[in-house]
């Protein structure tokens, strides 16, 4: 063997070591805008941690949350990182599927979580996931059309003056629809919007003893007034529009409001893409003078599930991509008004973050107005603000969101549709075993 020879190898048996001994994390993600641009700037990551590397699993929300859940449930250890929501969290963590995050590092500020965020993230004061991007609900509306029919939206309004408002905006002969709401059955589809909604009429999905209630009179109310409601002023065919469906609607000008998720702002505020950015404004979810506004609360998060067998190195890219300096690399590459919303105080309070966010305010209002551990006018066992936090609500959640829809589809009347709510509830409750 030459000396060349022999050199050559070690230097190849030394890059082999090297690269044997970085540990590679397997970050599984949805497949949105924000966290396509987290991938895009994980060379920050890896840069300040060279013994790390970072493969990512990028799917579409539906796929995302079946594959992570098998993992999960069975400890299999495929993936060091989970992208999951609020309702996940608290389910998962009384279960031990998930570690407290408790080596975040000095720095992280874990205290500058927006409360709201953190609460529904947390279990007996423990955070288990932190929030990648938060959210609320609120109303998007036409000033235009608002002045037009002559009136002028409250910061905080009632169900009444929007539903009134929305019969006064409304013009089919201009196909401008007076108010656009999620139709589309599922339990992160129409139920998101009717259960927050359900809140502000002193609804709740089940009483202390986990009886269902839909056959009280606050669910009555709740169903009727939105059927009527979207039946006068909505558009055409909105038992099949969710996020959207009315995220087009209202950016082709065809909605004087939409009540949804606070992450649209920056969508119909942008020139790019809506016909009406010059012309919208802000206000909080309404309400009916109970306490409560019907508005949800919502994070997606990143996770370390109990599996992973790097649990170390994994805290360490949770820490990086929801701490502070994330918010200020995304503002240098892409302008504050792209970084990702609705988790940190900070935030709220930079000025540059406020200038560039004109929607920034009513945001943060929004999401401190909502609190999961007390969603409801009166007490319930459970936690979660448009969701109850517990295994059985995405399959009986879905189930009443397709009788809902049909309601307003107009193939039931709103009375069969809460019987048959009250009916599968009562049998998924029994069987679940949380009613005596």
């Known amino acids: 063997m030459t000396l060349k020879t022999f050199l050559l190898g070690a230097c190849s048996a030394l890059a082999l070591a090297g690269m044997a001994s970085a540990e590679t994390l397997t970050v599984a993600t949805v497949n949105n805008g924000d966290m396509i641009r987290m991938q895009k700037l994980t060379e920050d990551f890896t840069a300040k941690n060279p013994d790390i590397q970072v493969e990512w699993v990028t799917l579409e929300e539906n796929v995302l949350r ?21 309702y996940e969290v608290p389910i998962w963590a009384k279960q031990n599927w998930l570690l407290p995050l408790d080596n975040l590092g000095a720095d992280y500020d874990a205290a500058d979580i927006i ?4 609460g529904g993230l947390s279990v007996d004061g423990k955070l288990y996931a932190a929030p990648f991007y ?32 929305a019969r006064k905006m409304t013009d089919r002969s201009a196909e401008i629809n007076g108010i656009c709401l999620r139709g589309k059955a599922g339990w992160g589809e129409n139920m998101a919007f009717l259960t927050a909604m359900s809140n502000s009429f002193g609804a709740r999905w089940f009483d202390e003893e986990w009886k269902p209630q839909f056959d009280q009179p606050e669910w009555k109310n709740t169903l009727q007034f939105y059927v009527d409601l979207m039946k006068d002023a909505g558009p055409v065919g909105a038992s099949s529009n969710g996020f959207n469906e009315n995220l087009a609607l209202f950016q082709q000008g065809k909605c004087g409001m939409w ?29 009916t003078g109970l306490g409560k506004r019907g508005n949800w609360l919502w994070a997606w998060s990143l996770a370390v599930p109990a599996g992973t067998q790097k649990a170390e190195a994994a805290q360490k890219f949770v820490s990086w991509a929801t701490g502070k ?11 504050w008004a792209n970084v990702p919303p609705g988790t940190r105080s900070s935030l709220y309070a930079n000025p540059e973050y406020q200038k560039a966010a004109p929607f ?10 909502a609190d999961p551990t ?5 007490p319930v066992p459970y936690v979660g603000v448009q969701f109850v936090a517990i295994p059985e609500f995405q399959g009986l959640g879905t189930t009443v969101g397709q009788l809902f829809s049909a309601a307003l589809a107009g193939q039931m009347s709103v009375d ?19 009613i005596k």
């Not at 594959?67 to 989970?82: E, F, H, L, N, S």
């Open 66 to 86: 079946e594959r992570v859940t098998t993992d999960i449930a069975t400890k299999g250890g495929q993936y060091d990182v989970m992208t999951i929501g609020t």
């Open 115 to 118: 409360p709201a965020i953190a």
């Open 134 to 165: 938060g959210e609320s609900s609120f109303i998007m509306y036409r000033k235009d059309l608002m002045e037009k029919a002559g009136l002028t939206m409250p910061d905080a309004p009632t169900w009444d003056f929007v539903a009134d408002a």
């Open 259 to 287: 009540i949804d998720a606070t992450v649209a702002a920056s969508f119909v505020s942008n020139p790019k893409d809506s016909t009406v950015a010059d012309k919208v404004a802000y206000a909080l979810a309404p309400d």
């Open 325 to 335: 300096a994330y918010l200020e690399l995304v503002a240098s590459k892409e302008g």
């Open 360 to 369: 920034a305010k009513m945001t943060l209002d929004s999401i401190n107005a």
């Open 374 to 378: 007390k969603p409801t006018v009166k």
């Open 416 to 434: 069969e549709a809460l019987k048959q709510a009250q009916d599968v509830s009562t049998s998924t409750m029994t069987e679940g075993g949380y």
